[in-house]
């Protein structure tokens, strides 16, 4: 037993066993086969792997208390970390889903060196939660505005962006377990949480946020073993032949998913979380999810029966617009949300037109009015402009008014006797396919039909601790606040699209 | 308040933002909020918390992604579990760090001093190549029943204390892979190839394979961590590891195999607590606390009989490489466990929260008192008494306090560190400790006085 990493990871991995005893079938059904061989590329053992990660975590956490003497809280643009109330909470859901993918996985998946790979990862989704929830409380201590941050788990829970990350992310772990590998570690964490993890922290320090760029780049470091166990599964299950249609209407309905979802959250923190912009989404999204994922990873799997997303060219034009949308959408409920939302101005239109010419016709407008309605003193809300509230997709859970509001490809789908609504033919043909998986979400209008928007705000908490001041406010550079008694006075009544 | 943002030269005056400057959305079990509680509750939620409009994804049967069904065990209260350790990644990595570094320094060194060449052969073979080797299996089958507890528990905190479990597993699962490598490089012709063959058909380990599997195969999560930390750990764990080799290793020469069981020996007992700490959340429900005891009843009772069985099974080993037969140790090991789960009110021991016909002529027989000279430990502790414990009789007597309570005086040293303001340990607190009456009991980070004058275990 000459010994070498090669010789003690296989000894390692050698303790599966055919079971005599006992109920053995399996604990979460699949639709496929699961080839008792899997490989993973990184062979890591725990003794190096808590090495390896106690020294990341001095690092990091260091750095996080180092933060605290340079003072750096005070200097970041406020744009950025008030889209981080959002986007954070919505990142460690997915951190934290993932954590009981990895257990539901390694139930499933009958191959020990994939389950060592996926143990490692479970310990890491660990890891980036409670990182995350550092860096949180150092926001929550310590940025200018804690309000939002302070009931951000409460608010992720209930406010239709947080429905996003819950849509998908849930389905980490909530399926067939080969669908979920295919979403968590194919098409979340290989193609797109790159942009939000690698090139998103370019944009924080760009904008004077040095805490979350540390953080994200020590997470993304354990990401690329995850990659690699979505490899490895994916190289195991298309050992059989049978199964490659199956893992092509999964790839198909993660990829779309993911799409909608990230692309409108991510691009939205990324550009109008910013104040500097040295990128577009649209850029690194070409470079990221185009050239990378399927050029350089899903292209070569074509020889085995892996399709590219037949879906990725919609997608391409897409994500053009979907985050200005998402972008507008937001803006419009300010009143709903637990950050404040900044007004866009001649700056913000210029960089805007100049990376997605046409912007400006399809959204300028809407900026303008959005910031002449800004001020208390104003008496009116754009959201009381719009001639109706959109619902949201019963799939990815985006307003339906995606990709642009002048080409909304909205529709209504029936099922059961019921109408469900759609954003988009790929999440039309998602919910079709999987009614049973997507149908159970009740439409966030619908608890509030009938209601005042005061009372909504009141019921979701979205008030500072002085009673009336709202968290929510539709500009950052305001004299005097809204509170909850101007929002009374306009009287507006929320009303289902769908009633 | 004024700012000004990089890049602009607009100064902008805006009023002064309220909020919060900490989470909000759960009382800490301390004055201030643990970093365990801080990176770790309100993860998880659900349709009857916070996500009102239902679950947006459901498995493709329509099963939700959690459900009160995935437990025969019923809890209003989930989100209130808290682990005992208070354990996070950090520590949990970084003590997992140091243990792993320790033991891959210290075993090559004591084998290679000369350590190696005095284990005894028949030790060497079978015992540790044969049996110990084969523990593996163990901690795989624990570590995936495990596993399947952190995907249905529900609740954050429950999970992950759960999956730090399961880790633990994995690793003292390669810790004893490394070990056989040291000891094969150590001894020649050494080899652990008849593990598998023990695993698989040796009668000595056929019934603790059997036990895993159906551990392995059960589908309610609460059960799985009941059957593992409340039964065959404390049993078939405790009798092949601490009983049997830990004991008799040193007297076969083998000083390294101890030191990897302690290490694993540490997380196990931390594994009991966080078990031990669930099971009194549940039997603490107001709604289903009786219900819950019936269950638990139900399952300890079947699987201590098959760990018993396996247990039992391990008679040979003692046999061939103890210092005596079997009887003893799993006579101590059984009423150990017993103790364990009287100590839970559940088996032989007083069911709690069931009537007591002696409480009300227990009086004054019930009544524990300490005195506490004046001292800034002595002011925390009042104030920690007069919060903790309100019951009790704080009597300043000029230059001490004498502090009396019908049950029990439980001082704990980290709650009392938070009110004195800096970490306190027992011994800095006993330096104020003047007298007492009752029972008391010290321990690494609690001074209790206790009511019974003998421990439960000294009753019939």
């Known amino acids: 037993m000459a010994r070498s990493l090669e010789t003690v990871h296989a000894k390692a991995k050698s303790y599966d066993w055919p079971f005599t005893v006992g109920d053995q079938r399996p604990k979460f059904p699949t639709r496929y086969t699961i080839p008792a061989t899997g490989k993973d590329p990184f062979r890591m053992l725990i003794r190096d792997y808590v090495k390896m990660e106690a020294e990341k975590d001095d690092r990091t956490h260091g750095f996080l208390d180092g933060v605290l003497r340079m003072g750096t809280a005070g200097e970041v643009q406020p744009r950025f970390m008030e889209c981080m109330k959002l986007t954070l909470p919505g990142l460690t859901f997915a951190e934290f889903a993932a954590v009981a993918a990895t257990g539901g996985i390694i139930s499933s998946v009958q191959n020990q060196e994939l389950r060592q790979g996926y143990h490692a990862q479970m310990l890491d989704e660990i890891r980036h939660t409670q990182l995350e929830m550092t860096l949180r409380d150092y926001y929550v ?73 540390t953080t994200f780049l020590s997470i993304q470091s354990d990401e690329a073993r995850h990659m690699a166990n979505g490899y490895g599964s994916l190289m195991a299950v298309l050992q059989d032949e049978n199964n490659v249609p199956a893992l092509n209407r999964a790839l198909e309905r993660h990829f779309w998913h993911s799409h909608k ?4 959250l991510v691009g939205w923190q990324s550009e109008y979380g910013a104040t500097v912009r040295p990128w577009s989404y649209y850029d690194q999204w070409q470079e990221w999810v185009v050239d990378d994922f399927i050029g350089g990873y899903i292209d070569r799997l074509t020889e085995f029966g892996v399709q590219p997303p037949r879906r990725l060219a919609q997608a391409d034009e897409d994500v053009r617009w979907s985050h200005h949308t998402l972008a507008q959408a937001f803006a419009a409920m300010w009143p709903l949300n637990f950050w404040r939302s900044d007004a866009m101005g001649p700056a913000d239109f210029e960089w805007f037109e100049n990376h997605y010419p046409g912007w400006h016709g399809a959204y300028g407008g809407f900026w303008d009015t959005y910031r002449q309605l800004a001020h208390p003193s104003s008496g009116r809300l754009i959201l009381a402009e719009l001639p109706g509230l959109p619902p949201f997709c019963q799939v990815c859970q985006l307003p339906c008014v995606m990709p642009r509001p002048d080409r909304n490809e909205f529709r209504l789908v029936e099922w059961q006797g019921a109408r469900y609504a759609a954003c988009s033919e790929g999440c039309e043909w998602i919910f079709r396919t999987w009614p049973v998986a997507h149908a159970g979400r009740r439409q966030f209008w619908a608890r509030y039909h009938g209601w005042d928007l005061a009372d909504v705000i009141e019921d979701l908490g979205y008030v500072r601790p002085d009673g009336k001041t709202l968290i929510g406010q539709p500009a950052l550079d305001l004299d005097r606040l809204w509170t909850i008694d101007d929002i009374r006075a306009i009287g507006f009544e929320v009303k289902d699209p769908l009633a | ?44 939620s659900d349709p009857g918390q916070w996500l009102h409009v239902g679950w947006p994804i459901r498995f493709d049967d329509g099963r939700e992604p959690y459900t009160a069904s995935s437990t025969a065990i019923r809890c209003g209260n989930w989100a209130g579990y808290r682990d005992p350790a208070g354990l996070w990644q950090r520590p949990y990595v970084a003590a997992a760090n140091h243990t792993e570094q320790a033991l891959a320094r210290l075993i090559p060194a004591e084998l290679s001093a000369g350590l190696g060449s005095g284990i005894d052969a028949d030790w060497l073979d079978p015992m540790l190549s044969r049996y110990y080797a084969a523990w593996p299996f163990v901690e795989y089958g624990l570590f995936l029943a495990l596993c399947y507890a952190v995907r249905e528990a529900l609740g954050d905190t429950i999970a992950f204390s759960i999956a730090f479990q399961a880790g633990d597993r994995m690793r003292h699962l390669q810790d004893i892979v490394h070990l056989m490598f040291d000891l094969a490089e150590t001894r020649e012709g050494f080899t652990d190839s008849g593990a598998r063959d023990a695993w698989m058909t040796d009668p000595v380990l056929v019934p603790a394979r059997e036990n895993i599997e159906r551990i392995v195969s059960c589908r309610d999560w609460f059960e799985i961590v009941v059957a593992v930390n409340l039964v065959f750990e404390p049993i078939v764990g405790r009798l092949m590891k601490t009983e049997f080799l830990a004991r008799n290793a040193p007297r076969h020469g083998d000083a390294v195999t101890p030191l990897v069981l302690a290490s694993a020996h540490t997380d196990t007992e931390r594994h009991r607590a966080a078990t031990a700490e669930l099971v009194r959340l549940v039997l603490a429900d107001p709604s289903h606390g009786d219900a819950n005891r019936t269950v638990l009843a139900g399952w300890l009772d079947t699987w201590t009989a098959e760990s018993i069985r396996a247990a039992e099974a391990l008679a040979p080993l003692f046999s061939a490489g103890g210092a005596g037969t079997i009887g003893s140790c799993l006579s101590r090991v059984l009423a150990d466990q017993l103790d364990l789960l009287a100590g839970l009110g559940l088996g032989g021991g007083q069911q709690a929260g069931a009537a007591d016909p002696a409480a009300s002529r227990a009086g004054r027989a019930r009544r524990v008192g300490i005195s506490l000279m004046l001292s800034a430990e002595t002011e925390a502790a009042v104030v920690l008494v007069r919060e903790q414990m309100p019951d009790s009789a704080v009597d300043l007597r000029g230059p001490y306090y004498k502090i009396e309570r019908d049950g029990e005086l ?39 006085i206790h009511p019974e004058i003998l421990p439960d275990r000294f009753r019939s």
């Open chain 1, 261 to 264: 979802a990230l692309d409108s």
């Open chain 1, 141 to 213: 201590r310590h940025w200018r505005d804690p309000a939002g941050f302070d009931i951000s788990q409460k608010a992720l829970y209930q406010h239709p962006g947080g429905l996003v990350s819950i849509g998908l992310f849930q389905n980490f772990n909530t399926g067939d377990p080969v669908d979920c590998i295919v979403n968590l570690n194919v098409c979340v964490e290989t193609a797109f949480t790159n942009i939000l993890l690698v090139a998103a922290p370019q944009i924080a320090v760009a904008n004077g946020e040095h805490a979350m760029a």
């Open chain 2, 1 to 44: 308040m004024r700012y000004t943002v990089p890049g602009q030269h607009e100064v902008v005056a805006t009023p002064p933002f309220e909020g919060h400057r900490t989470f909000t959305w759960f009382t800490p079990r301390r004055r201030a909020a643990t970093e365990y509680e801080l990176y770790t509750v309100g993860q998880q």
């Open chain 2, 410 to 448: 439980d001082f704990d040293m980290a709650k009392l560190g938070d009110r004195l303001g800096r970490d306190i340990d027992t011994d800095t607190f006993l330096v104020s400790m003047s007298s007492y009456y009752g029972r008391i009991v010290v321990s690494d980070h609690h001074v209790t």
